[in-house]
């Protein structure tokens, strides 16, 4: 079983106590319960003020909702970083991203201990020429796997015949 490394930033709060403003709806019958979710930026999410508000509010709701957020940032056209934002959402700022890299990869999550609410993240900048993370993907606060970004990649770009 893999073990992912030590998180790069570790604090005690909890996402829920952010307001949400949004109508769920679950289908009762199936009893799918979203766990995880990769959310890959483009430069349509950095380009307006409100599209930036609108993707780290998605991050923050997820996150809310315990669901294990992965934020893969390789938009070099813009210069923002969701990351960055999102933790300003949260009041919180890493110093692992200080500055804030454009490109960059992170995993973020947040879980109930026993006392206390549990948000971390495990933030990495991405350097052209340099081999992308691995992140954890966590399933259950206790089970994660790893998103291997570097061989994702080499993949992609051999099954779209870019190498």
Same mark, same amino acid.
């Given at each position: 079983?893999?073990?992912?490394?030590?998180?790069?930033?570790?604090? =005690?709060?909890?996402?829920? &106590?952010? *307001?949400?403003?949004? /109508?769920?709806?679950?289908? &009762?019958?199936?009893?799918?319960? +979203?766990?995880?979710?990769?959310?890959?930026?483009? @430069? $349509?999410? #950095? !380009?307006?003020? #409100?599209?930036?508000?609108?993707?780290?509010? %998605?991050?923050?709701?997820?996150?809310? #909702? %315990? /669901?294990?957020?992965?934020?893969? !940032?390789?938009?070099?056209?813009?210069?923002?970083?969701? *990351?960055? &934002? +999102?933790?300003?959402?949260? $009041?919180?700022? =890493?110093?692992? /991203? !200080?500055?804030?890299?454009?490109? *960059?990869?992170?995993?973020?999550?947040?879980?109930? +201990?026993? /006392?206390?609410?549990?948000?971390?993240?495990?933030?990495?900048?991405?350097?052209? $020429?340099?081999?992308?993370?691995?992140?954890?993907?966590?399933?259950? @606060?206790? +089970?994660?796997?790893?998103? !291997?970004? &570097?061989?994702?990649?080499?993949?992609?770009?051999?099954?779209?015949?870019?190498?």
């Amino acid at each position: 079983m893999w073990a992912p490394q030590a998180p790069t930033f570790s604090v =005690d709060l909890d996402p829920a &106590e952010l *307001y949400q403003y949004e /109508v769920l709806i679950f289908d &009762e019958s199936r009893e799918r319960e +979203l766990v995880a979710a990769i959310e890959i930026a483009s @430069p $349509g999410n #950095q !380009d307006r003020p #409100q599209h930036r508000q609108s993707f780290v509010a %998605k991050c923050a709701t997820l996150l809310q #909702q %315990k /669901v294990c957020v992965s934020i893969v !940032d390789l938009v070099t056209t813009m210069h923002f970083n969701l *990351y960055c &934002e +999102l933790l300003e959402l949260f $009041g919180q700022t =890493d110093a692992a /991203v !200080d500055p804030p890299p454009s490109t *960059y990869a992170v995993t973020c999550r947040s879980h109930t +201990l026993p /006392v206390h609410s549990r948000f971390e993240t495990w933030a990495y900048p991405l350097v052209v $020429g340099q081999p992308m993370p691995i992140l954890p993907v966590w399933l259950d @606060p206790d +089970l994660a796997v790893a998103l !291997d970004l &570097e061989s994702s990649c080499q993949a992609a770009c051999q099954a779209l015949r870019l190498t």
